[in-house]
C-alpha cells in the first residue's frame, strides 16, 4: 500500500520562500510508471495542479504555467521523497498543499494535505 | 486551462440516487476516457472513487458508478448514505501538454 507523507512549515511571509516534503511509501520516487505531483487548494482556485517530477530513463519537470517562474520540485532518491519549493510568495499563495501521486492515469494516493498561510 | 464544469451542489434524501456532472471539451473529457472521481471530506485528502471513467478502485462501494457521453462525465451514486454527504471532484486527461490533468470545479453533496 502506497502512502505519502508531507511535511513543512505552515506559516511564511509575503515574499519569502516555503519549502514541503512529500515523504514516499510503498513505492519508489523513481519508479518508470509513476509521476509525483504537488496539487494545491483554495476556495478562490479549487484543485489547482502546480507541477510533477518523473524518472523515465532520466529525470524530467513538468510546471503550471501559473506557478512556472517560481517553482521547483525535485527528487531525493536516497530518502525516497520529493519537494515542493515555491519562491516569492503572495497572500494569494495560501492554499492547502497536497502530494499525490498519478498512476498511470488517476492520482492515488494523495498525503495529508499542509495548509500554508502567507501572512506578514 | 479551464477547469471542468461541476454543480455546485446536489442533495438528495437516504436511499435516493443523485449524478453528479462534469463537462469539459473534447480535448480533455471528450477526448478520451481518463476521467476520473475523489470524493473529500471536510479537512481530508481526496480519495478516488472512480477511475478511466467506469471503474472502482478496490474497497470503493458499489454504490458509486461513473459513466460518460461526449463531453460530460457522471458520477452516479445509489442508495444514498448519510456518509457521502462531501464534496466531489472529477478530472480528465487533457491534450494539453501542460497541464496535463485538469479538476472539476467540485461539487458539494448534502443528504438531507
Known amino acids: 500500500q502506497v502512502q505519502l507523507q508531507q511535511s513543512g512549515p505552515g506559516l511564511v511571509k509575503p515574499s519569502q520562500t516555503f519549502s514541503l516534503t512529500c515523504a514516499i511509501s510503498?513505492?519508489?520516487?523513481?519508479?518508470?510508471?509513476?509521476?509525483w505531483n504537488w496539487i494545491r487548494q483554495s476556495p478562490s482556485r479549487g484543485l489547482e495542479w502546480l507541477g510533477r517530477?518523473?524518472?523515465?530513463?532520466?529525470?524530467?519537470?513538468d510546471y503550471a504555467v501559473s506557478v512556472k517562474s517560481r517553482i521547483t520540485i525535485n527528487p531525493d532518491t536516497s530518502k525516497n521523497q520529493f519537494s515542493l519549493q515555491l519562491n516569492s510568495v503572495t497572500p494569494e499563495d495560501t492554499a492547502v498543499y497536497y502530494c499525490?501521486?498519478?498512476?498511470?492515469?488517476?492520482?492515488?494516493?494523495w498525503g495529508q494535505g499542509t495548509l500554508v498561510t502567507v501572512s506578514s | 486551462q479551464s477547469a471542468l464544469t461541476q454543480p455546485a451542489s446536489v442533495s438528495g434524501s437516504p436511499g435516493q440516487s443523485i449524478t453528479i456532472s462534469c463537462t469539459g471539451t473534447?480535448?480533455?473529457?471528450?477526448?478520451?476516457?481518463?476521467v476520473s472521481w475523489y470524493q473529500q471530506h471536510p479537512g481530508k485528502a481526496p480519495k478516488l472513487m472512480i477511475y478511466?471513467?467506469?471503474n472502482r478502485p478496490s474497497g470503493v462501494s458499489n454504490r458509486f458508478s461513473g459513466s460518460k457521453s461526449g463531453n460530460t462525465a457522471s458520477l452516479t451514486i445509489s442508495g444514498l448514505q448519510a456518509e457521502d454527504e462531501a464534496d466531489y471532484y472529477c478530472?480528465?486527461?487533457?491534450?494539453?501538454?501542460?497541464?496535463?490533468?485538469?479538476f472539476g470545479t467540485g461539487t458539494k453533496v448534502t443528504v438531507l
Open positions: 499525490a501521486r498519478l498512476a498511470p492515469r488517476w492520482f492515488d494516493p
Open positions: 510503498g513505492d519508489s520516487v523513481s519508479s518508470n510508471s509513476a509521476t
Open positions: 517530477t518523473y524518472y523515465r530513463s532520466k529525470w524530467y519537470n
Open positions: 473534447s480535448s480533455d473529457v471528450g477526448g478520451y476516457n481518463y
Open positions: 478511466d471513467v467506469s
Open positions: 478530472s480528465s486527461y487533457t491534450s494539453s501538454s501542460t497541464p496535463p490533468y485538469v
